[in-house]
């Protein structure tokens, strides 16, 4: 910090590197491809989660509902990756607090 300027020592490193308009834009975040992963490096993960015998919340679910959800996220026909994290995450609380 230098001031109310955070990272001053980072930009003046690159200033050089670096055009100005890089350095003086404000932050930019990025977006994680959460349903790529779902369709998948991390389908099978969700499906033994959200679908298994073994899963903790799949009972508060209508399952019917649940496994249409999961079948049109993983044919892309839509994009539910919002509520599948969630769901994924209390599935996750729940069998390590639960």
Known sequence: MRGLRSKWILREAVKQLLPQRILTRPKVGFRVPVNEWFRGPM??????????AASRTRAYYDARVLDRVLAEHLSARQNHE?????????????RQYA
Request: charged letters at 15%; proline letters at 0%.
């Open 43 to 52: 389908r099978a993960y969700l499906l033994e989660h959200l679908q298994s």
């Open 82 to 94: 919002k509520l599948l994290w969630t769901l994924l995450n209390l599935e996750i609380w729940h």
